[in-house]
């Protein structure tokens, strides 16, 4: 894989976002080889947990807006087969966010069992900036986690939210000085391998069964929302600005 | 309009309960003309978010008990028409709670998008001391957000919640000193009222559109199980002590 | 009664685990006389408010696994039926964890209106190192309290979790030194009890009603998936350690 590392020890599998120069950016081929990542790491048996980071000091920046222009990758999975193949990822799944979150970089800690932050970590959903929408059914796990009213601001108004913020918010289950984020997560996700992998998969099943009908089914609206907004007249106004390097003007939008 | 106030600033409307004599409390006129002021704040496209507010030191007593025994004005919304309106309103809903909230001066904070209370402001769900129950959709809305056991706590029990309570339950993203509460609101507001409409309102549909079913469902089980308590015996027996000013006794009851 | 002792003390009425010796383990005995009791609670018209604890250090360890073996008691109402009555008892029902609550003794936090907590008092759900999975509701209880990373390592993990971090999370609504807990959780039940019955029973109703058909549907899920790994790999293994006095081996499993 290109734009994946993989990497086992024990019973733990690292999947590690390796274009640390686009800031891991999700490109097409990115969307793709994770979602075969996921796909390999459920069928392979001597997996028992999988751990999700970023190379470099970006956790990831989100879609890749320098792709967006160009389309000259036709992905095979794309988002929604992204989103797919982590709502059914039946085994335990770690996120160690290593530095900031941007977009699907941030909405991504919705859809993962265990989120561990770096301190020096942040998260941004700068949705409304692009005249866009949310998506990756942060519309429920958000307000699932942290409350409505936290959900609504940090998924409205763009603004960045802090490890410690993220904690208390419930969207990160520990926040680790940055040096030591991955020996953390190594030694957690450990704990769940030595335990029986059947037991965790059950655990998680009865966890998550009730609650897949509502993220497949927002995340639905969400494509269809963003549909709605994409080339209108706010999506366009901001990336004029963001090609003519000016502060975007949404009055009257 | 008589019982509201009504100032625009940029694409900010606030609202403010202006029955201060009567610390604010919700009579059959406050709740058409509120109902009235959603509605024109829904459809006047120049307002991008809506503060809501009380005038002097109260924000809201709650409903009229004053006038329940009269009866004399024959409301066009009602309380249900507000419930609805508030429900339906599709864009970023400020609460500045600037004093004491009681009753539906408390449920309403389950509400509104985002709740800012004054550091000395403190809330009550004085139901079960009337012999009547919860209503706005807070058996719904309270369990979200601050959990069953508060929630239940909280509407069942009938104590003063602070604002820094408040806050920690979910119930108030933030607290602040009472002499900044305003400009502090506006500041957040006026945030929002910069970005795109379109995005706000596809935001906020994506985060309510799965919840409301429910919270209209809960609204009308309220409603009936306010029906089968009003006059009942615990009821009688409350009015009664409130009318001669003594403690009530429901043992027994 | 041999495993209950019940008192009455105004309107609350105190249900105590009364096995010390075995640390007030849930035998097949302790499960019908605890069903039998909520039932008379529930028609029994001077009790308002009920209140279960532990006699001795412990409030449960769990399933009584000593008895696991033996069969003996033929149970008449099983752990579903004491499940169904504690979903279905409508008044108010206060929890005062005691001491250490390990299985049952833990996720019936989840099931109570009001969990206190002995500030010595501390969790545990240890089903997957005994190869099994969730009961009691707790795979919706508990990501609904504490949210769905926090009841994930919870209840996957099987480590401890002492009353502080319970309060934290939502499952306990207070932490009360130890010496001290029963009298606070009587002055709180006793508040509840001055209040009328209908209006709590039907303030409880209005917050239950909308989330027990998830609460039914999850613990017939979690039956199943219990009922399909007792006697697999890892339970034998777990079983085995179990009796060998030695550290369970589930690398493989």
New interface residues.
């Given amino acids: 894989m290109e734009t994946i590392r993989i990497s086992d020890d024990g019973g733990v599998r690292t999947l590690e976002l390796n274009r640390p120069d686009a800031l891991n950016a999700f490109s097409g081929l990115l969307m793709d080889e994770l979602t075969d990542a996921f796909i390999d790491a459920r069928v392979t048996t001597t997996v028992k947990a999988v751990i999700l980071t970023g190379a470099g000091r970006a956790f990831s920046a989100g879609a890749d807006l320098q792709e967006m222009g160009r389309n000259s990758y036709r992905p095979r999975h794309g988002f929604a087969g992204l989103l797919d193949a982590i709502l059914d990822f039946p085994k335990?799944f770690l996120l160690a966010v290593n530095g900031l979150g941007v977009g699907v970089g941030a909405t991504i800690c919705g859809l993962?069992?265990?989120?561990y932050m770096a301190a020096g970590a942040r998260l941004r959903c700068p949705?409304?900036?692009?005249?866009?929408?949310?998506e990756a059914a942060s519309?429920?796990t958000f307000?699932?986690?942290?409350?409505?009213?936290?959900?609504?601001?940090f998924?409205?108004?763009?603004?960045w939210m802090s490890a410690a913020e993220c904690k208390d918010a419930?969207l990160?289950?520990e926040v680790v000085p940055d040096a030591m984020l991955m020996s953390r997560v190594r030694e957690?996700a450990a704990?769940?391998a030595?335990?029986?992998?059947?037991?965790?998969i059950?655990?998680?099943?009865?966890?998550m069964?009730?609650?897949r009908p509502?993220l497949r089914?927002?995340a639905q609206?969400?494509n269809a929302?963003l549909a709605?907004?994409l080339g209108?007249?706010?999506n366009r106004?901001?990336l004029a600005a963001f090609r003519e390097k000016r502060a975007a003007d949404?009055?009257g939008?």
Same sequence: chains 1, 2, 3.
């Fill in positions: 335990p993962a069992d265990f989120v949705f409304s900036t692009l005249g866009l929408t949310a519309t429920v307000p699932q986690l942290m409350g409505r009213q936290r959900a609504a601001w998924l409205m108004a763009a603004e419930g990160a289950l957690q704990k769940l030595a335990l029986p992998l059947a037991s965790l059950q655990t998680k099943s009865l966890i069964d009730p609650l509502q089914e927002s609206a969400e929302g709605a907004l209108g007249p706010a106004e901001a949404f009055s939008l």
